[in-house]
């Protein structure tokens, strides 16, 4: 609840459109108005986020075990339709190059038309290519589909962005932390099923029951509320009322006593106006609120009020997932004792008679981002987004550092290992702050477009260790992921500013200063 001194007749408003700048007034003769955080702390985190929760968490588990099925059928499509390497290593590719279109794509659909509209449009693209994908009658038609399949993985920050708006600020980050361990338990999951299923029933059935998490989001859709937060930076602060309400009965809370109102508070600044005058009628040079169409969504992501996050974050996106693809591949290429260099093209576990040997690998190695999370869990809400990145990142590289000379087996696991904890951690709290840096109005697109980035670092950095592994350059490779990760750091570092705590914005103000964002 906020209190106005001094200006008459308390009024609450809310936009019609946003991108015209059009205002409507109601009166509130007793003064009384709370914005939307307020009313989140009001209800606080229960049974109706706890839905949102599960609901956005398939979409997780779809994604990891959409993934992570990348490292088990390789080897029999290759078999069975006579492929070369390269046409094996295409099937990997072009999920991440899907990916990488399907996440721009997503948020500029989420941010325009809804985020509900995302949901719908990447469950429905994510299962139905999926499932086809078990019936390919050829390769040139399972790479297609698997393609699809990416670009429906691509909207995974659509559901970030859709719980994220859900949750109250206090412990915001332990939750988007929880959230976050959907992807272990979905790599764990797919690591089970083919460990069960590749060497019984064959690769076609595994792809088929991959598919099955991204079913269950598209049958239980029609359970999804819109966030409110989108309705309100729509103009639709009666719907936005309406969903809180639902969230207050279901959790068994009440509403703060008034009218809900728009938040007009810009954290990137770090000021707050909500004041209700005549200048909240028309937009004035104090506040623009911009169209949210595709192309000028991303002119907003590089304007000056928002280039130095956007850039960072992409350099930070880019050289997390290089790192994190990198470990598992070193994992897979240093712990098996053998160390050996060959010609033969590299792939992520390449041992033909040792079937139980792969899958137990994946599995286990899973099991390294368990600690991982924990340990997010456990900083992220106490030292802050930035320094827990910064830390890991530091960590991280202090323990792949050994391995640019030849260890043995046991030492170069446990260093690989928890190299892994560390890259995992900084990969969820990346993920927990861009979503919260970016405001309501381009929040899906920022993220999305930042996880795209990501995903290019995903592409390449499979062919960089390939190469260096091959030509029995470990210490190389070691030192190119070790420096990439201190590069991740100092874009940690340099990132303007500190989500802990802090409210999510919902528009980009003019009078944000270029250093602030």
Partial sequence: ?????????????????????????????????????????????????????????????????????????????????????????????????????????????????????????????????????????????????????????????VYTSWFLEFVPVPNRGVWMVVFSTFWTVGTIIEASLGWLIMPRLGWRWLVGLSSVPAFAALLFYGLTPESPRYLCINGQTTEALNIMRRVAEVNQKELPAGILIPESKNELDGESDRRVDSNLIAPSAKEVIFSNSGFSTVLILLSSKLRRTTLLLWVLFLGNAFSYYGIILLTSKLSDGKNRCNSSTLRLYNSKNKDNTLYINVFVTSLAEIPGIILSALIVDRIGRKLSMVSMFVLGCGLLMPLVVHQNGILTTGLLFGARLFIIGTFTIAFIYAPEIYPTSVRATGFGIASSVGRIGGMISPLVAVKLVNDCHQAAAVLLFAGVMLLSGLSALLLPLETKGRKLSDTVTASTPATSA
């Fill in 1 to 157: 609840m906020t209190n106005h001194q001094g200006h008459g007749p308390r009024t609450s408003y809310h936009s019609r459109n946003p991108g015209k700048g059009i205002y409507s007034m109601v009166n509130n003769q007793d003064g009384a108005m709370y914005t939307l955080d307020e009313a989140l702390v009001a209800v606080g985190f229960g049974k109706f986020q706890s839905f949102v929760l599960i609901y956005a968490g398939l979409g997780s588990i779809s994604e990891a075990m959409e993934v992570m099925i990348l490292s088990f059928i390789g080897e029999s499509v290759k078999s069975k339709w006579n492929l070369s390497s390269t046409q094996e290593s295409l099937i990997t590719t072009v999920v991440f190059a899907g990916m990488l279109i399907g996440a721009y794509s997503w948020g500029v659909i989420s941010d325009k038309y809804g985020r509900r509209t995302g949901l719908l449009s990447v469950a429905l693209m994510t299962s139905g290519a999926g499932l086809l994908s078990a019936f390919s009658p050829n390769y040139i038609i399972l790479v297609i589909l698997r393609f699809l399949v990416g670009v429906g993985l691509g909207g995974g920050p």
